[in-house]
Each structure stands twice: as C-alpha cells, then as structure tokens.
C-alpha cells in the first residue's frame, strides 16, 4: 500500500452554476501567486491508527488500514477524476457500482466497503463527520434504500490521500460504521500548486450491435494553490471542473409484450435502439480549501468544500401506443430523461491547543446537501394533450451541524503508561422535502379515444387496451404534498478511549462510547483490540467490537411515487414508497424504523519480510442484526383494493416501505502486500491486494400482523433482494499494481480481478463470468515543470457477458449492471499538466 504521514481519523492533522469561467478566474488567482511559491516537499512515511489514542504505523496498527496517497489515485484519471472511481480501481474492498435506469441513483452513486450496504461506512473528511446526500437510493440495484454518502462531492485534485480504516468502529466515531470508515486527508501543502487539463473518451467494440463506439467523451480541468503566512500558516485553495457525455450500452428493442402493447405502430420499432442504458451526462464545479494558523498556545484551522453538478440520467423509452404517452404530444413516442442539480457544501473550523496535561482539539462543522430532480422529454398521460413535457419532481435537502471537543492525555494507571482519549460531541440533523410542480403529479380527466391496430390486423380502443393513461411525470413521477416531509433530530454522544503498550510485544486498546437520539433512544458500543508482535518480522493482531447504523431522516421521512412491473403480467405499474406514519403505512400496520447493531471479529497477522517487502492477512465476521432494508413490491389484490380510498393511494397498484427485516452475517479474508525495490536504474513500487467478501441471510421477519391480516401470503423479502444481498457482488476481488519511475518518467500498470455474479429474478437466473481489466499509463515531467501523461483504462475492451433474452428486458439492456467490469469498456485519456 502506498504510505504517507499525519494522524488518523478524528486526531487527523486537517492540514449551483458548473460553468469553465470560474475555474479560469480560480486558475488566474493561483498564477498571480506563483512568485511566493517553491517546490513541493518531499512526501514522509504515512502513519495511522486504528484507535483514538495515537499514532501508529500501517503495520504496527491493531486493525486492518489501507491508505492511499493522491499519486495513486490521481494515476487512474478514473472517468475524470471520480474520485469513488478512483478508489474502487486501487482498492479491491471498495466498489462503486455504476447504475442506469435508476432514477435517482443515476444522478448519485453509491459506494460500498466489503459488499456492504453502502450507508454501513461512516466517511470522515479531515477525521470529521461528514454529511451523506439528501437522496434515498430506492430504484437501485446494489444499496436499495440506502442514504449514502456522495464521493463525488469531494475535488479528487483536492485529496492528499485517502486512509480506510477496514473494522467495525462505531464505539470510536458513533454511527454507521459498522464496514469500516473512510478518512479523506485534503492538501495541507503550504507551498507549490497544480494547474491541470485532460480529456478522456471511451472507445469499445460493442458486440450486441457488432459495431465500435466511441462515447463518454470527458472533458476536465482543475488546479490548487497554496499561500503562506505567519509561522507555518498556510492556505490552500483549488477549484475542479469537469464536463462529461452520455454513454449508451443499450441494444435493439425487440418490443415483448410486457414492455408495450403489441400494436403495428409500436412494432415498428422492433430492431431499433430506442432505450439508452449508461453513465449519465454531467457537468460539474468544485471549490475547495485547506487552511491552518498558529496562534498562541495552539492553532486554528478551517477548511470546505463546495460542488454543484447537473446531471441527465435515462429513462426508458415511452413507446406511441400506450398507457404512457399521448400521440398528440409525442407522436412517435418518447425517450424521457431524468436532470438533476445537486448543491454540495461542508465547512468546518475548529482549533487544537494545550490545556495543562491535555491535547484538545474543538470544532463546529456545518454541512448540506440538496437534490433538485426533475424530467425531461416527458408527459403526465393523464392530462392529454395539454401535459407539459418538462417536470420539477421534487426538491430533499438535508443539513448537519456538528460540534465535537476532543481531548488526549497521557496518564498512569498501576504503574502502567496509558493513553486516554476522550471527547463529546452534539449533532443537529435535519431533512426536508417539497412536492414537484402539479402538473408532476395529479391525476388528470383525460380519457384516450382512439384506435389501434393491433399485429394481427385487429383494430381496438386504446383504452380498453391499456386501461387508462398512467398518472404522473413519466421517468420522475413528482413527489405529492401528502409525500413532502420535514424532520429534525438532535443527537448527543460521548467516548473513552484507552490504549497501551502493556508490554514490549503487546499493545491494547478498549472504548467504550454512548450515543443518545431525540427520536428513538440510545445505544452503547464497545470495542477491544490489540497487537503482539511475536518478533521483529511478525506480529498477530485482532478486535472485537459491536456497531450500529441509526435510521437516517431521510429513510424516516422518505415517501415517493413510482413505476414498477406486475409480477404475473409484467407490465409497468403504479407503485408507492410509503413511510409508516403515512395514511397507507397506518393502515397497513408498519413499524417505525428501528437502528441496525452488528457484531464485529477481525483477526490478522502482519509479516515484515525485508525493509523493503511486508504482507499483511486479514480475516473478518460481521454480524448485523435488523438490517433497514426496503420491503418487497407487495401486490397482493386485498391491500391493494384497501389503499385506493386512502391518501396517496388512487391508481396503486405496488407498495413497499422501509423494515428491519433481515439479520446477515458478512465474512472473509483480506491480504495486501507492498513491494519497493530498484529496477533499470530506476524506483520500482509493487501493490497486491485481495479481498474475498460473502454475505449470508440469517433470518428474514415474517409480516406484521397489520399485514398478515390483510393477506395471509405477504412476504417482506423474496428471492430478487436475497439475491442482491448474497451473490450479485463478486465474491473474490484483486488488484495488482506496479509503478517504476526514473529520471521524470512514470510508468503504471494495473490488473483488477472480479469473479462471476449472479442475476436471479425469481423467473430468470444468469451467471456473469469472472473478468480482469488491465490498465497502462506512461507519465513525462520536464524540469520546467510541465508534464505530460498518456493512459488507457481496460486496455483489452473487457466487458461483462451479454445479459441472457429473458434477462435484457426484450433486448434494451444488453448489459447487466452487476459487474464491477461494467458495459463502458476502453476509456482512452490524456493530461496535461503544470507544477509550480
């Protein structure tokens, strides 16, 4: 693993327009400052913890911690510059799932650690809490339900390094990290800045179509400056853009029955591409800062961050003859797409300073998230005609204010030395959204009052066809006021750590930590872990811990209306997302939400080889107990007859909702090794890493008596999100990468493994083999500075295998969103850039 220096987590050292001409002027603030400015310093050996208590190096730590420095992150371009891509190319225990067709989650994507849910990580930023995204993934593959953190909120350009702390540790750092916990170090340089420029394009021969495509075109461009003052002050600052294009993996739509009424003029489509499936469009804008300044007795620093993107996601196409479209608006149907503008923002200012004996460090953070989600080339059939063809869905916003005093002091306990870490912290969490424009949502009068003729030549009304025209915004049905919510909550805690070197081979550590919540109660977890070298080239280490995952506010409060397919027709229909204090949920009976708790084990060795050579193995359990997770689509014809007269409920004909329903147990082994060495006179860097991950179901609840009452047959979870949960991730997941470097020249090369997945519908089921992608760069910096790299990502075109007739919804979806090898294939770049 790559290594660096400065502490860990919470005891870190913190060293809406997205239009080019603000990152020009940003660009023009740095150049007016190169003059103050040197050469960058020389990179130190990184060190970490795994507890409150200190520091200590990446071998010598209790528990598994990988870090990752901005070289090897920046070495990828990851689809300019993601920064949750990047990670999920270096670190195989990282994924970051790219979907389509999915709603929200096109817009904002979720990351996962050990094929985890992905709102099971806590992500800190300079070892503080930050904010996840205002949005509930809830038309999603992997991480349905959650409500995660967005990593592409944070300027790739503005990370020093990224540490991943891979163990339970809520009784550290408080809730949700029950995976692990991911700490972003941001710049702290206070001299020397970048100006960068790059553009990188895929180019894939795509097989369903035997044609080659060359899409994703990206386009970046981003830069950071730092200026100094006082006695090892500093400010950094940087800005980041980046303009990205649609990819379309969709193949030929053969028309099936259950996509759209088998009517001539919708036939006439049959053997056309009319879906797209693939990465979004973006443009996206980024601010950040860095800063630190001696004063007196201690320090202040402050540092922030701001995006804001716009985004257009897929929607599938709305054929002419059917429930979903009116010809008199779109004659020839219509491909809708989903736009999304996501406003970002995080600051936090604090100060360290010497009280006494005690090393204390205070902080206030505030942050905010806000989705405005809309539509597109779309229609609410229901108002005929006169729909309008472009919709505002809704608006969620979520913000947190966080202040938090940490202390550390060392003291002495029978005789023993002891580190103690203590600190308290109050949080104020709240989320709220508003209903999309009416037009969005309501139900129209409108009536169809034509003919079709059908593929054997039988003329029939549309109406008694279809049924009615569909309500609602078709792609983004608008959130109704009966939907909109507003919930607030205050959360308190407190901690204890204490750690020690009990002996010459063996050093523990033990917390304990408290957490109260306004609006369901406390919680108390604790944790020991420990390391004992057996001698100067091997040590053996563990813990044990238990976590848990509070319910977020936007889970509590989230409410939305939808489309989903009848399990025994499969056409689409009218569904609704329901919250328990709804009308629908009272009725129903549900449950409020309640947290998850998990049980943790890790048990490891460390093996240091030669000076130059170490090898660490992990092995892992995870216990989680009432998973919040969303429920099955429940059709059953008695609910649905029951909520037609209640709120909400006219024209449903699918509900779901959230429940702690399943209790699973996560388990594997983790190996990471590091190999540096001299080659043809110049640095040779070698990283392995391996990581096996499998998930198992432990019990899934019955219904509530509410609902067992209504139909005796309801069941929360079925065979589709069991499959999600046990064998739709790979397995087995490995990366292994060189970097030489001599005399201004770079070279990477990288390998990533994925093993073979698992589509299982319930009436369909495909394996998707195994894939490996390899990837080159080649890097050239001139002594004036300039530099210059040329790459290739999947070098080979690898793709995963072509989804099976019954699985490629008639031939739309190609490609199944299951493999991390994903549909995109080759992506080709360069950048150009300049340090100063």
Partial sequence: MPAGNTRFLRHSTPHHAAKVRPVLAAMTLMAASLPALAAQPTIEELVVVGSRGGERSVLDSAVPVDVFRSEALRSTYAI??????????????????????????????????????????????????????????????FGKGSNAFDFNSIPATAVKRVEILRDGASAQYGSDAIAGVINIILEDASEGGQIEVGYGTHHTDFSPLDTTITDGGTFTLSGHNAISFGNDGFLRFGAEYRDRSTTNRAGLNRVPAFVAPQSQDNLAFAGQRTSRSGDPAVEEFKLWFNSERPVGIGELYAFGTLASSDTRGAVLFRHPDSNQNVREVFPDGTQPETTGENLDFALTGGGRFQLDAWDVDSSISFGRNEFDFGVRNSLNPSLGPDSPTRFHSGTFRFEQVEVEVDGLRQLELAGQPVTLATGVAWRYERFRSTPGDAASFEAGDFRFDRDVTLADGTVIDLETLVGGP???????????????????????????????QLTERLFASVVG???????????????????????????????????????????????????????????????????????????????????????????????????ELSFTVDAFRIDVNDRITLSESLQSPALIELVQDLPGGTGVRSVNFFTNAIDTRTEGVELAANWNTSVAGGNLAVHAAYTYATTDIRRVDTATDGLLNIDPGLALIESGARNVLTNASPKHNAVLSATWEQSGWQLV??????????????????????????????????????????????????TSDQSSPNLDFGGNFAFDVLSPAGADGRFVYGQLNYRF
């Fill in 470 to 500: 569909d309500i609602g915004a078709q792609g983004a049905k608008g959130l109704t006021p009966e939907d909109a919510a507003r919930r607030s909550r205050h959360v308190g805690s407190a901690y204890v750590d204490l750690s020690s």
């Fill in 513 to 611: 930590r408290y957490e109260y919540y306004d609006d369901f109660g406390s919680t108390w977890s604790g944790k020991l872990a420990g390391i004992y070298d057996v001698s100067q080239q091997v040590s053996l280490r563990g813990s044990v811990s238990n976590s848990f995952r509070a319910p977020t506010l936007s889970q509590m409060a989230w409410s939305r209306s939808d489309n989903t397919f009848d399990r025994e027709t499969f056409e689409r229909v009218s569904s609704r997302l329901v919250r328990a204090d709804s009308s629908i949920g009272e009725a129903l009976g549900l449950e409020s939400l309640e947290e998850e708790t998990s049980l943790n084990y890790s048990v490891g060795a460390v093996f240091r080889i030669t000076p």
């Fill in 749 to 798: 090369t990288r390998s990533r493994h994925f093993s073979s997945v698992v589509r299982d519908r319930g009436f369909a089921r495909q394996r998707f083999g195994a894939e490996t992608l390899f990837d080159v760069a080649a890097s050239y910096r001139m002594n004036s500075g300039l530099g210059l790299t040329l790459g290739t990502d999947n070098v080979l075109d690898a």
């Fill in 80 to 141: 300019g510059n993601e920064l949750g891509q990047a990670l999920a190319t270096v670190a195989p225990s990282f994924s970051f799932p790219r979907q389509s067709n999915s709603v929200t989650s096109d817009h904002l994507r979720a990351a996962r650690l050990r094929n985890m849910g992905p709102d099971q990580v806590l992500v800190l930023v300079n070892g503080k809490r930050r904010h996840p995204s205002a949005v509930v993934n809830d038309n999603t593959t």
